[in-house]
C-alpha cells in the first residue's frame, strides 16, 4: 500500500509534489511541537516556601525544638461544655424525615443525652495520650502529631517510617485503631507478620491542635512542604505515605514535590482533577460496554446509573463543601459556639459518607459502625481546640482555584502507589482513571465494605490492604 | 475541578429540566393541603382571627446576654475582610453594641406598633400584620396589598414602607393610591407556625395566603415581594389569578430557559437588539462568566446548604445568637452591594442601622425558626425536580417588576416575559439591592403607586 502512495506521490509534478511534502512536513512538526508541549515535561512541583505566623517573619532562625505534649482538660472546660449542651434549642423534625433534610434532631438529643451524661472526657483523654503527643514550629506555626514506635521489633528489621494524614472533619483519632496494628501487628493479633512501622500523624495546620496559620493562602502544597520538614526534622529521609479525603491531596502533593523521599503512597480516596472528553465517553459507552472503555465490572457496578448515583449523589452532598469553599469564617462562626450543632455538622458526614443508605434511617445508622465514644471524642477534639473555622478555610484555600490548573493538577506521580477503593465511598475512581496521573500504580483493590473513614472504620482491612501494598513496592 | 464539575451538572441538568415540554392546559383548582401534625380531622378548621402581640421577658434577655457573652471568636486571617464570610472583628463590635445598648423592650414596642393576629389556616397558626390607613379622602377606598417577605428577611422588612403605602400624603407621595396592607410571615418563619409535613413549597404558601386574603374578606388584591416572595406572589398569580389585580415584583425568576436564552448568553453582546437586550441588560449581565456565573458560585452556598441539609446547617445557628447574627447579616452586606465584602466592615450600617438589623435577626432568635425558614430551600428546589404543574403556568395578571441594582440576580426583561406575559411596569431602579423595602423604601413605594395607577387606569378604560 505505502508503495502505491509512494509511486502516485512521485508521478505528481514537482510544484505538486512540494506541496504535498511541506504540508506533510507541517502536519508531522504540528504534531510534534504540540505532543512536546503537552506532555507533562515536569515531573515535580515546586516545593516553595512560606510563612504562618503573625505580621512579619522573624530573622531569627526558628526554634526547631520537638516538644513533648500531652492533651489536657479541666473541670471549667467540662461545665462549659455541659452548660452549652443542657441549654440547646431542637428544632422537630418533619414527619418522616429520617436523614433526608441532615441530622435528625430527635436523634441528636440522644446522643446529646449520651454525650451530657454517660461519655466520659476525662477517660477519652487518658485514651488521646495513650501515644506519644509532640509539638515542633515549622513556618511559624506549632505542628501538633502524635509519633507511634513499634514496641516490638523484630530482628534484623527496621520498623519503616510511615505518615499518615487526616482529613476533614476528622482528626489524627481516625488513626487510633490502625496504628497498634502496623506498629505493634503480632501483639494486635497478625501472626507470622514482619512489616512493622514506625507512625507519624500529624494535625493539619488549621485542625485540632496544630496551630491555625494566620496568612492567606495555606493550601495543599503548603501542607505538604510543612509535613516534609516535619519528617526531615525526625530524622527521616525517607518515608511512606498513607490518607484519605485531603490527607489524600496533602500526601499527593508531597510525592510530587519530592519523590525520592517518598517510598510509597496509599490513599483511600482519589483526586482526579482533569475530567477530559475521554472520561466523558467512557460514562456514556461504560454502562453498556465497560472492557471497551477500560472499565471493570466493578467500576460499571460503582458508576453507573452515572447521573443517579454520583451526580445526584454529589450534588445532594456537597452543599457544606460549597459553603466552606466561599464563607468559612461565617459557616463555622455559629458552630464554634454550639457543640450540638457542632456534633449535627460533623456527625452527619460520619453517617452518610459511611453509606449511602444511612440517611433513610431515623437515627442515621450512625451507631452501626462506630460507637458513641469514638464519635464524640472526634467531635471533642474540634470542640475543645475551636478549629472548626480554620478546618473549614482549608476548602477555600484549595477550592478558590482551578485544580486542573494548579502545578500538581498538571503533574504527574510517578512514585510507587497503591488505592484502595472502598464501596461507600464519595466517588469511585476506576483504575484506568487514576493510571493517568498515578503513572506508578503497583496495587489498586476493590474493597468489600466501607465508605470515607477507613481507618476509622474498617481498620483491618486497609491496614491489610497497605501492607500487601508494602511488600509489592519492596519486592517481598 | 469539582466546583466546575458541579456548576456544569447544575447547568445541564436545569437545560434538561427546563426544555421539558410545558403543559399548556389550566390545572385543576388547587386542593387544600394539611401542615398540622398527624392526620387532619373531620371537624371544620377554627377560622377565627386573634389578634396578636409580640412579648418578651426579662427571662429571655438575661438568657441572649449569657448566650453573647459566652461567645468563642475564631481571629480572621490578616487582610481578609469579608472575603471569608463576616469578619470576627466587626462582628464582635455588633455584638457588643447588642449586648450593651441595642434595647430589645424598646424594638419589641417597635415591632407591636403595628396591629398583628394569627389565624389557623391548614393546620398552622399564620402570623401577619393588618394595617388600614388612618385616614381616607372623601370616596376612597383603600386598595388591599397583600407584602410578602423572604429569607433571611421577615415581615420587620417592610416596617418603613408600610406608612408610604398606608399614609402616602404625609410621605409625599400619591395620595389618590392609598393601600390597606397584610403582611404575613410566611409558615415557619418569624411568628407564623411552621409545617409539620414535608413539602410545604412557595407554591403551598401562595394557596395558604390566598385563603387569609379570603378570610379578611379581600376578594381583589394587589400583591408585592421580593425574594421567595416574589416567587409565593408570583405562585399566588398563577394558581389564583382572579383574585389578584396586579403583580408586583422586585425580584424576578425566570421559570424555562430554552435555546434561545443559551444563545443570547453566548452572542448577546454581539447582536444585544436580536435577543431584545437593552443597554442596562448588556451591562448587568456581561461578561457573563465574571458577572453572573462567578457571582452565583461564590454566593451561592448557603443555597446549596440550605437546599440540601437545612436541619445540620440550623443547628448551631438555632443555638448561638452570634452564628446567627453572622450568618443572616453576611447576606445583608453582600446582597446590598456585592463590592462590600472588599470592606472590613462589609458595609453594613452604610445603608442600615444596627437596631433595624438586629431586630429582624431578634425575630429569628426568639422564635427560633431558622431551621424551618431553611428547610423551604429544600422544599422549592424539590419543586425543579418533581415540576409544579401550577408554577409552570404563564402569569396573565397585570405585572410590574422593579429591578434594583445591586440585585443579587439578574434576568433581562426578555427572559422575564417569556412566563410574565403581561408586564406593563418594568423599571430599572437608581439605586438599591436585594432588601428594596429595608433599604430604599421610598423608591419600591413610588414604583408600586405608579404601577397600581397603570393598572387602575388600564381596568377603568375597558
Not at chain 1, 493550601?219 to 516535619?230: G, P, Q, S, V, W
Not at chain 1, 446509573?305 to 463543601?321: A, C, H, I, N
Not at chain 2, 421539558?20 to 392546559?25: G, L, S, T
Amino acid at each position: 500500500m505505502w508503495q502505491d502512495i509512494l509511486q502516485s506521490v512521485r508521478s505528481y509534478d514537482v510544484p505538486q509534489r512540494n506541496v504535498i511534502v511541506a504540508s506533510c512536513a507541517l502536519g508531522g512538526g504540528g504534531l510534534l511541537v504540540f505532543w512536546l508541549l503537552t506532555r507533562q515535561r515536569k515531573r515535580t512541583i515546586e516545593m516553595g516556601e512560606g510563612w504562618w505566623g503573625f505580621g512579619e517573619k522573624s530573622s531569627n532562625n526558628e526554634d526547631e525544638s520537638i516538644r513533648p505534649f500531652e492533651v489536657k482538660t479541666s473541670e471549667k472546660e467540662i461545665q462549659d461544655l455541659y452548660q452549652r449542651l443542657d441549654l440547646a434549642r431542637y428544632t422537630p423534625p418533619l414527619e418522616g424525615a429520617a436523614f433526608h433534610y441532615g441530622f435528625n434532631s430527635n436523634y441528636l438529643q440522644k446522643v446529646v443525652s449520651y454525650w451530657r451524661n454517660q461519655f466520659d472526657w476525662n477517660k477519652q483523654v487518658d485514651i488521646l495520650n495513650q501515644y506519644p503527643h509532640f509539638k515542633t514550629t515549622i513556618e511559624g506555626i506549632e505542628i501538633h502529631f502524635i509519633h507511634v514506635k513499634p514496641t516490638h521489633i523484630p530482628s534484623g528489621q527496621t520498623p519503616r517510617p510511615l505518615l499518615m494524614v487526616h482529613g476533614w472533619p476528622g482528626s489524627f483519632y481516625e488513626f487510633y485503631k490502625i496504628i497498634p496494628l502496623l506498629t505493634n501487628p503480632v501483639g494486635s493479633g497478625s501472626s507470622g507478620e514482619n512489616l512493622v512501622f514506625e507512625v507519624i500523624c500529624p494535625s493539619i495546620p488549621g485542625y485540632g491542635f496544630s496551630e491555625a496559620p494566620h496568612k492567606q493562602g495555606f493550601d495543599m502544597t503548603a501542607a505538604a512542604r510543612i509535613f516534609h520538614k516535619l519528617m526531615h526534622r525526625l530524622g527521616f529521609q525517607e518515608y511512606y505515605l498513607q490518607g484519605g479525603d485531603w490527607g489524600s491531596g496533602i500526601t499527593t502533593h508531597m510525592a510530587q514535590m519530592l519523590p525520592k523521599s517518598v517510598k510509597g503512597l496509599h490513599l483511600n480516596m482519589v483526586f482526579l482533577s482533569k475530567f477530559s472528553c475521554s472520561d466523558l465517553i467512557s460514562l456514556l459507552l461504560g454502562a453498556y460496554v465497560p472492557w471497551l472503555v477500560g472499565l471493570t465490572r466493578e467500576d460499571s457496578r460503582r458508576l453507573f446509573p452515572y447521573f443517579k448515583t454520583q451526580v445526584s449523589f454529589t450534588l445532594r452532598e456537597s452543599g457544606y463543601m460549597h459553603i466552606q469553599a466561599t464563607k468559612p469564617d461565617t459557616a463555622g462562626c455559629g458552630l464554634n459556639n454550639c457543640p450540638v450543632g457542632l456534633a449535627a455538622y460533623i456527625l452527619e458526614k460520619f453517617s452518610t459518607w459511611t453509606d449511602k443508605s444511612f440517611p433513610n434511617l431515623d437515627d442515621g445508622g450512625l451507631e452501626r459502625k462506630y460507637s458513641l465514644d469514638d464519635l464524640l471524642t472526634n467531635v471533642m477534639i474540634y470542640w475543645v481546640t475551636g478549629s472548626i473555622v480554620t478546618s473549614m478555610r482549608f476548602y477555600k484555600e484549595n477550592l478558590s482555584k482551578n485544580p486542573s490548573t494548579t502545578p500538581s493538577g498538571r503533574t504527574a506521580v510517578y512514585v510507587p502507589t497503591g488505592v484502595t477503593a472502598f464501596p461507600d465511598e464519595l466517588l469511585h475512581a476506576p483504575p484506568s482513571w487514576v493510571k493517568r496521573k498515578f503513572k506508578n500504580l503497583v496495587t489498586y483493590s476493590y474493597m468489600p465494605r466501607g465508605g470515607h473513614f477507613p481507618a476509622f472504620e474498617e481498620p483491618q482491612l486497609l491496614a491489610q490492604d497497605f501492607k500487601q501494598f508494602i511488600r509489592k513496592v519492596e519486592h517481598l | 475541578m469539582l466546583l466546575e464539575i458541579l456548576l456544569a451538572v447544575v447547568l445541564g441538568a436545569i437545560i434538561y429540566l427546563m426544555l421539558i415540554k410545558k403543559n399548556e392546559e389550566t390545572p385543576a383548582e388547587m386542593g387544600d393541603g394539611w401542615w398540622s401534625k398527624g392526620l387532619k380531622p373531620d371537624s371544620e378548621e377554627d377560622a377565627t382571627i386573634r389578634p396578636f402581640k409580640v412579648e418578651t421577658s426579662e427571662a429571655d434577655i438575661n438568657y441572649l446576654h449569657r448566650r453573647l457573652e459566652e461567645v468563642r471568636y475564631t481571629e480572621p486571617l490578616e487582610d481578609s475582610c469579608f472575603h471569608y464570610g463576616f469578619n470576627v472583628t466587626y462582628l464582635k463590635k455588633i455584638v457588643s453594641y447588642w449586648r450593651n445598648q441595642f434595647d430589645w423592650k424598646k424594638q419589641v414596642e417597635v415591632l407591636n406598633k403595628f396591629p398583628q393576629f394569627k389565624t389557623k389556616i391548614e393546620g398552622i397558626d399564620v402570623h401577619f400584620l393588618h394595617v388600614k390607613p388612618s385616614q381616607l379622602g372623601e370616596g376612597q377606598s383603600a386598595k388591599p396589598l397583600l407584602l410578602v417577605h423572604g429569607w433571611p428577611g421577615s415581615v420587620y422588612e417592610f416596617y418603613k414602607i408600610i406608612p408610604l403605602l398606608t399614609d402616602p400624603a404625609r410621605h409625599g407621595l400619591n395620595s389618590n393610591l392609598v393601600f390597606e396592607v397584610i403582611c404575613p410571615s410566611i409558615p415557619g418563619y418569624g411568628f407564623s407556625e411552621a409545617p409539620h409535613k414535608k413539602g410545604f413549597n412557595s407554591v403551598c404558601a401562595a394557596h395558604v395566603f390566598s385563603k387569609l386574603m379570603l378570610r379578611l374578606g379581600f376578594h381583589e388584591y394587589y400583591i408585592q415581594g421580593g425574594d421567595w416572595g416574589s416567587a409565593i406572589c408570583t405562585n399566588l398569580a398563577q394558581i389564583a389569578p382572579s383574585h389578584v389585580k396586579g403583580l408586583h415584583i422586585n425580584m424576578p425568576f425566570v421559570n424555562s430557559m430554552g435555546i434561545k436564552e443559551f444563545l443570547s448568553i453566548l452572542l448577546g453582546p454581539y447582536f444585544p437588539r436580536l435577543f431584545g437586550f437593552q443597554p442596562e441588560d448588556i451591562r448587568g449581565m456581561f461578561p457573563f462568566k465574571t458577572k453572573i456565573l462567578k457571582t452565583l458560585l461564590m454566593e451561592s452556598g448557603y443555597f446549596h446548604l440550605q437546599s440540601t441539609k437545612p436541619d445540620t446547617a440550623g443547628c448551631a445557628l438555632n443555638d448561638s445568637p452570634v452564628g446567627l447574627a453572622a450568618y443572616i447579616l453576611e447576606k445583608f452586606s453582600t446582597w446590598t452591594d456585592i463590592s462590600f465584602q472588599h470592606l472590613e466592615d462589609g458595609g453594613l450600617e452604610k445603608k442600615f442601622t444596627l437596631d433595624d438589623l438586629l431586630t429582624n435577626v431578634m425575630i429569628y432568635w426568639v422564635s427560633g425558626c431558622m431551621v424551618s425558614s431553611m428547610r423551604f430551600y429544600k422544599e422549592n428546589v424539590g419543586m425543579l425536580f418533581t415540576k409544579n404543574k401550577y408554577a409552570e403556568l404563564p402569569v396573565k395578571v397585570p405585572t410590574g417588576i422593579a429591578l434594583f441594582p445591586h440585585e443579587v440576580t439578574y434576568f433581562p426583561r426578555s427572559w422575564v416575559e417569556k412566563m410574565h406575559v403581561n408586564i406593563i411596569s418594568f423599571n430599572h431602579m437608581p439605586r438599591g439591592g436585594h432588601f428594596a423595602a429595608f433599604e430604599e423604601p421610598e423608591l419600591l413605594a413610588a414604583d408600586i403607586q405608579q404601577f397600581v395607577e397603570k393598572v387602575e387606569k388600564g381596568n377603568t378604560s375597558k
